[in-house]
C-alpha cells in the first residue's frame, strides 16, 4: 500500500489530538497525483471539502494492499511491512507534536523529491520512498 | 464579556496579592465541546487542572483539563479583537486575550523590542543556551498572531526554552490554521506567578478555532519558564548554572522573603531519584533518548545513535526528551 503523511522539522504529525498543520496546495497535488484515497474519520473534515475522492474506513486494520492511504492520527510505524510506498509532505516548519513518525526509513529508497509553494507555507517538500 | 474581564482581573489581582497563592484559578464552565473524533496515542500528556501542575519532566508543556479550553460560550465572537491586562503593582503582565483572524495579523516585520524591560529582566548569557542568552522578551500573544511590537503589557521574561521550544512551536499552529482556513481563533495566554515572584513559573494557553467548533484548534496548555541546565531565581531573575543534580523547576512555594542569594530556596531541590545512572540511546537527530530495549532504538541508524550512561535527569539537562513508547 502507499502511505501519504505530513511532517514537520522533527518528524511531528499530531499534538493534542489535532492536524499540526494543513494547506490546500498539499490536497491539490494529493488530488492530481493519487486519485481515490482512503481515509480514517479523523481525516473525514478535511478532505471532504476538497473534492478528493476517498473512501472511508474505521480502523487501520480495514486498510488493504494496493490502496493509497492518507494518514494523520496514527503512526506509519503500526502499518510496518504493509507500506510499499511512502509519501512524506514536508512543512519545513516546525510544531509541537506529541505524536511523531516512527517508521524506520532503512529499508525505503528515496526515489524522487519536489518542492512547491503552499498556499500558507513558504516551502512544501514531497518525497517519495519505495521499499 | 465586559463582566467577565472584569472578573478574571479581579480574580487576578486577589490571587497576586494573596500569599502562597501558585495559579490563577481557571474559568469555571466549559462550553467548548470538542468535535473531535479521533483517538490517536497522545504520549507525554498530562491531565488536570491548573490547580495542580506536574513537575517539569522534560516536556516544555503539560496539557490541561484534557486540553479543554475554558471559554464560555457568552466569549466565543468572530469579531476579532485583542485585550491586555493593565500591568499590577510589581509591574507584571496580566492575561492576554484576543479573537485572532486574518485582520489582526501582522503585515509588516516586526520592529524591535529591546526598549521594554518585563518583571524580571536580568539578562545573563550561558554558553549551554540556544543563542547564548537566557532570557528573551516573550510576546504572550505572539507578533505573528496580533503584531503587537514592544507593547510593555504583552511582553514577560521567557527563557529561550520556554519561547522556542513551547510558544513559538503552539504559536507556530494557529498562524498557519488562520492563514490557511481565513477562520477566527479564540486565544488566551495567562502568565502564572508564585506569590510575588517577579518571573512566571510558566504560561497557560488556551486557543479554540471558532468556526469550525474547536476541529481544527481546541488546547489548554501550560508551558514551563524554565531553562535546562539552568537555575533562575524566579522571585528576581537572577540565574546561574545549575549544580550536578539539582532539579532547575520552578516548584513554587511562594517566599516572598526569598532573596537573589537564596540558592538553596525550596524552589530547586535535588531528587534522588534522578541520581540513579542507566544506559540510554540518544537519538542525536530528534533528540529523544530511549531504553536500549526499544524498538525505537535498536531501528535507529548508526549516524543519529549515541549511547549513554548516566542519569535520567543527566539526559533530560542535555535537553533530550524521554521516548513517549517506552518512556526511559
Not at chain 2, 49 to 66: K, L
Not at chain 2, 195 to 214: H, P, R
Request: with cysteine.
Amino acid at each position: 500500500m502507499r502511505v501519504i503523511v505530513c511532517l514537520d522539522d522533527d518528524l511531528g504529525m499530531l499534538f493534542g489530538r489535532k492536524r499540526q498543520s494543513r494547506d490546500s496546495a498539499v490536497l491539490e497535488d494529493i488530488k492530481a497525483e493519487y486519485g481515490e484515497i482512503v481515509i480514517l474519520p479523523f481525516s473525514q473534515r478535511l478532505i471532504e471539502p476538497s473534492g478528493i475522492k476517498y473512501t472511508l474506513k474505521e480502523t487501520e486494520n480495514d486498510f488493504k494492499r494496493g490502496e493509497t492511504i492518507f494518514l494523520e492520527s496514527i503512526d506509519p510505524a503500526r502499518l510496518g511491512d504493509k507500506i510499499d510506498e511512502l509519501v512524506i509532505y514536508r512543512w519545513n516548519r516546525r510544531y509541537l507534536a506529541d505524536m511523531k513518525f516512527t517508521l524506520s526509513l532503512a529499508d525505503f529508497k528515496r526515489v524522487g523529491v519536489k518542492e512547491f509553494a503552499g498556499s500558507s507555507h513558504d516551502k512544501i517538500t514531497k518525497e517519495i520512498f519505495k521499499r | 464579556m465586559k463582566r467577565f474581564l472584569a472578573t478574571v482581573a479581579l480574580l487576578l489581582a486577589l490571587c497576586m496579592s494573596f500569599a502562597g497563592c501558585d495559579f490563577l484559578p481557571t474559568a469555571s464552565s466549559s462550553s467548548s465541546s470538542s468535535s473531535s473524533s479521533e483517538s490517536s496515542s497522545t504520549p507525554d500528556i498530562g491531565s488536570g487542572t491548573i490547580d495542580n501542575i506536574p513537575p517539569y519532566a522534560g516536556n516544555s508543556y503539560v496539557h490541561i483539563n484534557d486540553g479543554i479550553p475554558s471559554f464560555t460560550a457568552d466569549e466565543i465572537t468572530t469579531t476579532a479583537y485583542e485585550f491586555y491586562s493593565e500591568l499590577d503593582s510589581l509591574g507584571r503582565c496580566g492575561y492576554a486575550e484576543a479573537c485572532i483572524g486574518k485582520e489582526l495579523m501582522p503585515t509588516e516585520d516586526r520592529g524591535s523590542i529591546s526598549s521594554v524591560s518585563p518583571s524580571g529582566w536580568v539578562q545573563a548569557s550561558y554558553d549551554c543556551v540556544d543563542g547564548g542568552y537566557l532570557y528573551n522578551r516573550c510576546h504572550l500573544i505572539g507578533f505573528q498572531l496580533t503584531g503587537e511590537n514592544a507593547n510593555k503589557k504583552n511582553l514577560i521574561t521567557g527563557t529561550r526554552y520556554l519561547n522556542n521550544e513551547g510558544m513559538l512551536l503552539f504559536e507556530n499552529m494557529v498562524a498557519d490554521y488562520i492563514r490557511e482556513t481565513n477562520n477566527h481563533v479564540m486565544y488566551r495566554v495567562t502568565p502564572l506567578y508564585a506569590g510575588s515572584n517577579l518571573v512566571a513559573s510558566g504560561v497557560q494557553i488556551e486557543a479554540y478555532s471558532v468556526e469550525d467548533e474547536g476541529d481544527g484548534i481546541e488546547f489548554n496548555v501550560y508551558f514551563y519558564n524554565v531553562q535546562p541546565l539552568i537555575y533562575i531565581n524566579y522571585a528576581t531573575g537572577e540565574s546561574r548554572l545549575a549544580t550536578e543534580g539539582e532539579i532547575i523547576v520552578p516548584q513554587p512555594t511562594p517566599d516572598d522573603s526569598s532573596s537573589s542569594e537564596d540558592t538553596s530556596s525550596s524552589e530547586q531541590e535535588s531528587s534522588s531519584a534522578d541520581t540513579e545512572e542507566h544506559d540510554y540511546v540518544l537519538n542525536t537527530n530528534t533528540k529523544k533518548f530511549h531504553s536500549p530495549s526499544c524498538s525505537s532504538a535498536t531501528d535507529m541508524s548508526a549516524q543519529n545513535r549515541q549511547d549513554y550512561h548516566g542519569t535520567r535527569q543527566g539526559v533530560l539537562d542535555m535537553g533530550y526528551e524521554p521516548c513517549g513508547k517506552c518512556k526511559p
